[in-house]
């Protein structure tokens, strides 16, 4: 045999032992193959928070509280909304005059408060009533059943007045940081940022103030405390002197957690709720602006330390457009700009939409919008939201009185919107929708067969890309353009929970 034979031969036995050892030697990964994926499960417990609705005598505020049927979930549950104490910050800057309730709960032993609202069962909404200026701060926890995507809405009626028309808000979660781009302290404004501890030990906040030419010099708004289980409201104009007509508040936590909105309070234009926007992003979509707005003015914060270039979009029925001469807007670092874009939407439905015209920079963002003309006029706010996701739920719709906006910024989506029973009889509708790419629909959302009362109405993504979503509710005065305007993220009804195995090897290690 040739010396080339062998050699061939010799080369071929080696390349199979070596493939045979790494045949053997390779570590199985048949298991990630076929790994499952985390699983997603319904939540066991959540809180949410209610600010003080007025300090008007004439306020008429009604709570409606509702939790959606969430597969999996526990059978049984419960979920009540309890009064919180006031603070020592009384709504004129300080004079303690709402604080004396302060301690009785303790003079109460161990007598158990009965919650304000307490719901019986998921997929039945349930309303309370209160009026006048004496209406404290909520705090809200469900358990079990009740818990995944519980959905509390305030709305306030105020007859005359500053801040008259409605005001309405999604009593929220508790957190450790809040952005408000659109508050004011400018001639004509009173607003207030609430705060409120669910939690049994004291919260230290600190509440920072920027305007067009940056922070605003204060030492009023550092180590807020705010006792356990109680509510502050604080007066923006005593934190800083300096009249801001576009202002942005940064609340951030020190220790514990609050729920904090900035009530926004105009002697000419009615008031409503400011809530928190979304977190700071390069990309932004504020949706649902009413299609009678007669003014319209975002408001724009970055907190970096970086210059913000942004596109900005206008998602209307047939398409994106481009507001006439507000193609773009530039955001100076750490200074709050606002924008008047008038009659953006021109009777159509309409979302603005941000993108970065270049480096991708964070900023938060929201419109305070008018509707009305002359003394009949009314303001609310948009702020940045995040998408839909799995659900959303808007609580206290009205029949003929609530406008429903879906809007997909990118991809068409398809989406089921269902319309709860009444508080007090009808049965639940659903419809589906399809949303085209970059548009937005003022749907006609379903309403409950015999309705009676005021019903939800939850939103859920079917499929496509991401899908954001408002809802407006008018005031039962039909000779005021009175408003409020909720936005719907996702109500975080289920976390994922990764699968483990046990693996009793780790003992012997």
């Known amino acids: 045999m040739k010396r080339t034979t062998l050699s061939l031969i010799a080369c071929a036995t080696a390349l199979a032992a070596v493939t045979g050892f790494a045949m053997v030697s390779a570590p199985d990964t048949s298991g990630a193959a076929t790994a499952t994926p985390a699983a997603r499960l319904p939540v066991e417990r959540t809180s949410l928070l209610c600010p003080a609705p007025s300090t008007s005598d004439l306020a008429e505020t009604a709570y409606t509280s509702f939790t959606p049927v969430t597969e999996g979930a526990e059978e049984k549950g419960s979920a009540g909304l309890t009064t919180a104490e006031p603070g020592g910050a009384a709504e004129d800057g300080g004079d303690g005059g709402k604080s004396e309730g302060k301690g009785d709960k303790g003079d109460k032993g161990d007598e158990k408060e009965k919650p304000v609202l307490e719901p019986e069962k998921p997929g039945e909404p349930v309303a309370g009533k209160t009026s006048g200026s004496e209406a404290p701060a909520l705090i809200g926890t469900a358990e079990g059943s009740h818990a995944p995507g519980w959905t509390v809405q305030q709305s306030t009626e105020v007859a005359a007045g500053t801040g008259r028309g409605l005001q309405g808000v999604n009593c929220a979660a508790p957190d450790t940081e809040f952005w408000f781009p659109g508050a004011s302290t400018s001639s004509g404004r009173t607003d207030y940022v609430h705060l409120t501890n669910p939690d049994d030990s004291a919260a230290v906040v600190d509440i920072e103030l920027y305007g067009k030419d940056g922070a605003l010099k204060s030492t009023v708004g550092e180590g807020v405390t705010v006792p356990p289980h109680a509510s502050e409201a604080l007066l923006l104009s005593t934190l800083s002197d300096v009249e801001e007509t576009d202002l942005t508040v940064h609340v951030g936590v020190r220790s514990g957690r609050v729920g904090a909105a900035v009530q926004a309070l105009d002697d000419k234009t009615g008031g409503d709720w400011l809530t928190a926007a979304a977190d700071p992003a390069s990309e932004l979509v504020l949706p649902g602006i ?220």
Not at 305 to 319: E, F, I, M, N, Y
Not at 344 to 373: C, D, F, I, M
């Open 290 to 509: 009413p299609k009678d707005a007669t003014a319209v003015r975002l408001v724009l914060f970055t907190p970096g330390g970086t210059d913000a270039d942004l596109k900005v979009r206008l998602a209307s029925p047939s398409g994106p457009i481009t507001p006439a001469g507000h193609e773009t807007v530039h955001v100076k670092a750490g200074m709050t700009t606002g924008v008047d874009l008038g009659e953006v939407t021109r009777g159509e439905a309409g979302s603005l939409v941000l993108t970065p015209t270049g480096q991708s920079v964070p900023v938060v963002a929201a419109v305070r919008v008018v509707r009305g003309k002359g003394g009949e006029q009314e303001s609310a706010f948009v702020p940045a939201s995040d998408p839909v996701g799995a659900r959303a739920t808007a609580a206290d719709n009205r029949a003929k009185r609530t406008t429903l906006s879906l809007v997909a910024p990118g991809k068409d989506a398809k989406v089921k919107v269902t319309a709860s029973a009444g508080t007090e009889g009808g049965t639940t509708a659903t419809k589906t929708y399809t949303v085209k790419g970059g548009t937005t629909q003022d749907v006609d959302a379903p309403v409950p067969a015999g309705l009676k009362g005021t019903y939800a109405l939850t939103v859920e993504t079917v499929s496509g890309g991401p899908v954001h979503a408002s809802r407006t509710l008018t005031g039962s005065d039909e000779d005021v353009a009175s408003f409020t305007v909720q936005t719907l993220p996702d109500d975080r009804g289920t976390v994922s929970v990764p699968r483990a195995d046990e693996d009793l090897s780790v003992l012997q290690r």
